[in-house]
């Protein structure tokens, strides 16, 4: 998984609790992407980020916020988690904005 | 445990066969395509990416076809093995940091 690891692999919780989700990388890459899978769309980007401390927003990003106070380390954060949350979360990693980018294992969050 | 749609059209091949995985893609200002597959569980992993100045490239027991004029890319895998299963999908860059991925299509490779 190309040096990038997310944790928790695997959280349930409850309807409007915080969630905070880890990706940690190891290639010293500049760009940092959260993206969400659900059975019958594509990867949808969430947010994403160009170097330390510059995120911005994708298109499904309501509802989450995310940080990157150093390169190795993007986090996102469910604020009050919904059902509507229930996914698995990938983050991605590119070296430039215009080439492949390389995921994480994923983690599944289920909302209850 | 399953991480895309139930429901996604299903390729079956015999092993050794060849495949052929299908795509077509949405804007015809994508001038760069990439390849993914994905087993149960896991993160998508990259398999070929090819520019839109190119119409073929060719990796390890992998072509992929670009079609401009219909807006089509084709993933070519030789010799499928039975590591080959998956769930494969096409990714086109729509302008900086925006891709859109598609759905995928499920490989099952016959013993």
């Known amino acids: 998984d190309a040096g990038i690891t997310q944790s928790p692999r695997h959280k349930v919780t409850e309807t409007g609790t915080p969630v905070t989700l880890r990706c940690h990388q190891t290639?010293?890459?500049?760009?940092m992407y959260w993206y969400r899978q659900d059975p019958g769309h594509g990867l949808r980007l969430i947010h994403y980020?160009?170097?330390?401390?510059?995120?911005d927003k994708g298109e499904v990003s309501d509802g989450y916020s995310v940080s990157r106070s150093k390169t190795e380390d993007f986090l996102l954060t469910l604020e009050s988690a919904t059902s509507s949350q229930t996914s698995v979360y990938f983050c991605?990693?590119?070296?430039?904005?215009?080439?492949?980018?390389?995921f994480g294992p994923g983690t599944r969050l289920t909302v209850l | 445990g399953e991480s895309v749609g139930l429901h996604l059209p299903t390729l079956s091949v015999q092993e050794g066969d060849n495949s052929i995985i299908n795509c077509a893609y949405s804007n015809s200002a994508s001038d760069y395509f990439i390849w993914y597959k994905q087993e149960s569980g896991k993160g998508p992993q990259f398999i070929i990416d090819i520019r839109s100045n190119m119409d073929k490239r060719q990796g390890q027991r992998v072509t992929v076809l670009l079609n401009k004029t219909v807006k089509h890319l084709s993933l070519q895998i030789a010799a499928t093995q039975p590591g080959d299963s998956a769930v494969y999908f096409c990714a086109e860059n729509t302008g900086t940091y925006k891709y859109i991925f598609g759905t995928g299509t499920r490989l099952k490779v016959l013993a």
């Open positions: 991605a990693i590119s070296s430039t904005d215009y080439n492949e980018q390389f």
């Open positions: 290639e010293n890459h500049r760009y």
């Open positions: 980020s160009y170097g330390v401390k510059d995120t």
